[in-house]
């Protein structure tokens, strides 16, 4: 059963998402990231919202997924809303009753926060989540990383530290199931008993657990010096990564997304709302 | 025949933090030719890892006191080597260890299998050919992109030892490599290392406690408290069934059955040490006196 678990929330497929060069999907999501923070005008707002619907459409994920993602926040979208609408107190007076009063502006800013957020969540979650494994992630962040390696960053020790955690969260997780396992049939009791007590008794479990992984470490450092390994310095890669020119086109896609967010900023509030005569 | 391994008056001893001193191989005289096939068997602290372990140079000066030489590929490993010196040693001495998980560095097999040769640094489409050869060396194509943990326990062997190979080394140590398997996973495993024998351009040296697994071997090498205890052709070791006895070493179970036939007074022939032979003598006294019954066991 436990062997079974998926590591992250990767759903592997070969969309044109799917296929894109990790190190230009994280530049994706960070240039993703900077256009939703820089929108400001509703016009940009639509065309974040617009290109977030096309990752998500063109990256075969389903809807129920994405929504499914998103769980985590909804509270903090009611909560970031609920201010927004109650609390501004700039613009026209729209609404009025004891002491609750609604303002243009609260309405407007609470939209665009919430356009905000999902844009945000979509974007991250279907370009790097959703569609990259964490090992090809991991390629992804040492590769963008590599020229820092000049000026005596460990880039590459951190992308191999990275990948080992990865490659033996399975191990780790099958080994804690023996490990409760043990205990439970030498009578520890995870169950009942105050929460002070129930703490305790997982000590059972990761004292052991803590034993077993320095021990798995030590040999692992064992026999990785038996199969030459000396650091990063001089190592080849079996898998090398090749941007394609599609790849370029995706970044260069993204930042003309970016551009046009800021261009269409000095469209803001008062443009759109003349637009619909207000 | 040129030695690959050449052990001379070798004693070493564990050194703890504060100073004391384990002896753990006691004037061990040992030599191993390039291409052939050794187990070495014996008891849990015998010493059988330890000298593993020192030929492999994974215990060095650092970890005790050694006494002697250990020629590998024309160099004493117990020397002052320099760090190229030692690569190369290691490179050219593979080893397989027990824990089939501790080995496997990768997320992917194929990565795995490239991590040496990644290391040595040659060009990815040279890795790409031994990733597809090893893979098929130990009987594993198709599993490139299958990630480790969904594999059995003797896959994962497998997969260490395709490793282990991609390094294009001149001998291989099995430390105790089946010993955490299922009967299925050691089968796999022993069936691998018959095929590389077989090959014989590698120098193989099982460690083991499992007599079976001695049996298929050129030359069966018995410590006993961190001494050479025997050493010879399984047939001579094996039929010498009390002096194993005697160090509560077990024989393979179809030589204990001929052993005790035979002092039952019931056979007279060779004892053997793999089934086949033993069914086939089994069926020739059958033919002779007609029936067996339990009593004739009975010593």
Sequence with gaps: ?278 | MDNIIEIKDLSFSYRDPDGTLHPALKNINLSFGRGTYTAVLGHNGSGKSTLAKLINMVLTREDGDIDGTITVCGKDVTGELSDDEAYEIQRRVGMVHQNPDNQIVATTVEEDIAFGPENLGMDPKEIRRIVTDMLKAVGMEGHEKSAPHRLSGGQKQRIAVAGVLAMNPECIIFDESTAMLDPQGREAILKTIDELHRRGDVTIITITHYMNEATDADRVVVLNRGEVFMDGTPEEIFTQVEKLHSVSLDVPQVTELFYKLKKAGKYSGKLPLHTDEGAEALAGLLKKRGKLCPSDLKM
């Design chain 1, 1 to 278: 059963m436990i062997r079974d678990i998926t590591l992250g929330q990767y759903f592997p497929g070969d969309s044109p998402i799917h296929t894109i060069d990790a190190r230009i999907k994280i530049l994706m999501a960070i240039l993703m990231i900077v256009a939703t923070f820089a929108a400001s005008g509703w016009i940009s707002f639509i065309v974040l919202f617009l290109s977030a619907l096309a990752l998500f459409l063109l990256s075969g994920i389903s809807a129920k997924t994405l929504i499914k993602g998103m769980k985590p926040i909804v509270f903090i979208l009611i909560f970031t809303t609920f201010f927004q609408v109650f609390f501004t107190r700039t613009g026209d007076l729209w609404f009025k009753w004891w002491i609750i009063s609604i303002y243009s502006n609260g309405v407007f800013f609470a939209i665009k926060m919430f356009i905000r957020i999902i844009v945000l969540i979509t974007t991250t979650s279907v370009i790097l989540s959703y569609t990259t494994s964490p090992i090809v992630l991991t390629d992804g962040i040492e590769g963008l990383l590599k020229p820092l390696s000049l000026i005596g960053v460990p880039v590459h020790d951190f992308a191999l530290v990275m990948s080992i955690a990865l490659r033996f969260i399975p191990t780790l997780l099958e080994e804690t199931e023996k490990i409760t396992s043990a205990q439970k049939a030498r009578g520890t009791d995870f169950s009942t008993g105050s929460l002070l007590k129930r703490a305790r008794s997982l000590l059972a479990i990761f004292v052991p657990l803590l034993a077993s992984a320095v021990r798995h470490a030590f040999e692992l450092a064992d026999a990785m010096i038996c199969r030459g390994y000396r650091g990063g310095k001089g190592r080849t890669k079996l898998n090398q990564m090749k941007m394609h020119a599609s790849d370029i086109a995706w970044l260069v896609l993204t930042v003309c997304v970016v551009v046009l967010v800021f261009a269409l900023n000095r469209l803001g509030f008062s443009d759109v709302a003349a637009l619909f005569g207000r």
